[in-house]
């Protein structure tokens, strides 16, 4: 059949150059990440010098620099630090599979309802966790888990026959608004005091920040972004359509129902531990897909990173905002997100999704 | 490769999409699958892709097929779906090499690279292989699918009206094409087609349903007859045989109350 024009310049040249240009893209994002997280490093109340938090770091042993900077370094900055580039990881690569199984660009973690469970559960702890004997931090952080899973395990259980888009949506969707009515319900019954505490809660705040979390939240991703990874071709195929993925033989219900347990479990573990941070799970895939395209090998570390990098500037910019104090980093992230969005729908309108 | 359908039936909701076909296509061969819109074409390629849950039984090769993994994974079968919205912007390059789903890996082969333009170039999409496929028109677009489909080198096809949306001359081209497939690399191929002139010149067999049955089956000449088309499609039409062998149909216009 006719050829419009000779290729140029070699087909498989141009295949490569496409690639490489990708993973630069990644490099390059990965380095702004050492960026920011050494910002995050040295801006805080302390104010200490790049020097001081350094030698901190590096002479692990306390007597080697003043034990308040290294108190400071090791039990506050750098699990808050680390803790943003995960939580952010986590949400990015969430955020990214949410809106490729859901075929919708502005479906987010949080669209099912399982923030909004986590929220109800962290508020029922709250309110009845001293009849528990247990520490009121831990008994919040693991009702969100529960009732975060809970809400999954709900939507997996009415969508496990027809799978599809609309049974998952509208079933997330009227979690999300049942959660939202009993955290309502809750809150009118809350004492003054235990309401301040379950907004400040929901705010979401990487102030919960501990070694042990940010243990259990790498341990997630490191589980599940390889068992994501496994599916990258599968994935990309489903952005040819339900139909199409069919015809080149992906078996698309159990591929939805394993990714959607995949985004479940991250964003349980995510919203338990640092409450309801908003916007990274929406925007990180969409910056990605600007800068790398759909394939998954590209896509999915690329929303990864573009999360954690996301998270990681809006916890330095949450400890600029008001010098001496920490602004709340969900309504940081929601406040910078908003613009940034609205920047990227206008610069895109002619339509990247 | 052999494919054999006994009484197939689907339904629908309690609607009858096909109704106790019965088939055998020729290897080798190009059938053309007709017939009017909802007479169950597309949903006889589906269940023979193993789609659509069916009665009956489909044997294709030796086994009997129940999902789109008894003949998908092995490579051999090729169906091609109808529907050709799209809403990712993947690049033609990355669509065709899709696929090849089932023997990527994660390091895409140099040589596959090379045989999904090899196949653009057989189909002629070969200078779109970098453009974004929502980008490109209709018509590309099908034939960037039908790239797709034939990257695996299947030995069945299973096409779905594979021209709807091409114009004249790469219809022509696409058919011949896929007789070429047929007669160089034995393949066997099931094309559901609207156009009739186009079937009766360059299909061996057709397959005529109407309403979920199998109305008429043998040599497209033998099929397509004024009779045939006046029950099945509800036109009156004139035929005329050419010396060439094919049949050339004139739809004359729609009978009243059909």
Redesign the interface.
């Known amino acids: 059949?006719?050829?419009?024009?000779?290729?140029a310049a070699g087909?498989?040249d141009?295949?490569r150059a496409?690639?490489a240009r990708r993973t630069a893209i990644i490099v390059a994002a990965l380095a702004l990440v050492v960026v920011t997280f050494t910002a995050d490093m040295v801006t805080g109340p302390a104010m200490l010098t790049i020097r001081q938090v350094a030698s901190a770091i590096f002479a692990p042993v306390a007597g080697a620099s003043d034990a308040t900077t290294h108190v400071i370094i090791w039990t506050l900055r750098l699990p808050m630090a680390t803790m943003a580039l995960l939580v952010g990881a986590a949400l990015g690569s969430a955020g990214a599979e949410v809106q490729t199984i859901l075929?919708n660009p502005i479906a987010d973690p949080y669209t099912l309802g399982l923030s909004a469970s986590a929220g109800f559960g962290a508020a029922t702890a709250i309110l009845f966790g001293q009849l528990l004997p247990m520490d009121p931090a831990y008994s919040a952080t693991g009702a969100a888990f529960c009732c975060s899973l809970l809400a999954a395990l709900v939507i997996l259980a009415v969508s496990r026959r027809q799978p599809s888009i609309e049974t998952m949506v509208l079933t997330g969707i009227a979690l999300l608004f049942l959660a939202q009515a009993l955290l309502s319900l809750l809150e009118y019954l809350a004492s003054p005091e235990a309401l301040q505490t379950i907004v400040f809660w929901l705010f979401g705040s990487l102030t919960r920040a501990t070694w042990a979390k940010a243990g259990m939240v790498t341990v997630a991703l490191a589980v599940i972004l390889p068992a994501l990874?496994r599916d990258?071709?599968?994935l990309?195929?489903l952005?040819?359509?339900e139909?199409?993925a069919?015809?080149?033989?992906?078996?698309v219900a159990a591929l939805r129902i394993r990714v959607f347990t995949a985004i479940a479990l991250l964003t349980a573990v995510a919203v338990s531990f640092v409450g309801t941070i908003g916007f990274v799970g929406l925007v990180a895939p969409h910056v990605a897909r600007m800068l790398v395209?759909?394939?998954q090998?590209y896509f999915l570390p690329m929303s990864a990173i573009c999360g954690a990098l996301f998270l990681s500037a809006a916890s330095v910019l949450s400890k600029l905002v008001l010098p001496g104090a920490l602004f709340p980093i969900g309504i940081v992230t929601s406040l910078i997100g908003v613009p940034c969005f609205f920047a990227l729908i206008l610069r895109t309108r002619r339509?990247?999704? | 490769m052999r494919l054999s359908i006994a009484h197939l039936s689907v339904e629908f909701h309690g609607v009858p999409a096909l109704d106790d076909v019965s088939l055998d296509v020729a290897p080798r061969c190009l059938t053309a699958l007709i017939g009017p819109n909802g007479a169950g074409k597309s949903t006889l390629l589906r269940c023979i892709y193993g789609l659509v849950p069916y009665r009956g039984q489909i044997l294709l090769g030796e086994a009997a097929t129940r999902s789109p993994a008894a003949g998908g994974r092995s490579g051999q079968v090729a169906y091609l779906p109808q529907d050709l919205q799209v809403r990712s912007r993947l690049s033609a390059l990355d669509v065709v090499l899709l696929g090849k789903l089932g023997s990527l890996a994660w390091h895409v082969r140099d040589a596959d690279v090379e045989r999904a333009y090899a196949v653009m170039e057989d189909v002629g999409v070969a200078a779109l292989a970098r453009h974004p496929i929502t980008e490109l028109s209709v018509g590309q677009r099908q034939l960037v699918f039908v790239a797709q489909a034939l990257i695996r080198n299947p030995s069945l096809l299973l096409f779905d009206e594979p021209t709807s949306a091409l114009d004249l001359r790469h219809q022509l081209e696409l058919l011949t094409l896929i007789r070429r497939l047929v007669e160089q690399r034995e393949a066997t191929a099931l094309v559901a087609l609207h156009d009739l002139n186009v079937a009766s010149r360059f299909a061996d067999h057709a397959v005529l349903l109407s309403r979920g049955r199998v109305h008429a089956v043998g040599a497209p000449v033998e099929v397509l007859t004024c009779p045939t088309i006046e029950e099945v499609y509800g036109v009156e039409a004139e035929v005329h045989r050419r010396p060439e062998g094919d049949v050339l149909i004139t739809a004359i216009r729609a009978l009243p109350g059909r």
């Open positions: 059949m006719t050829t419009g024009a000779v290729v087909p498989l141009a295949y496409s690639a075929d990874a990258a071709w599968r990309t195929a952005r040819l359509g139909e199409r069919r015809s080149l033989g992906v078996n395209g759909e394939d090998r339509g990247y999704w």
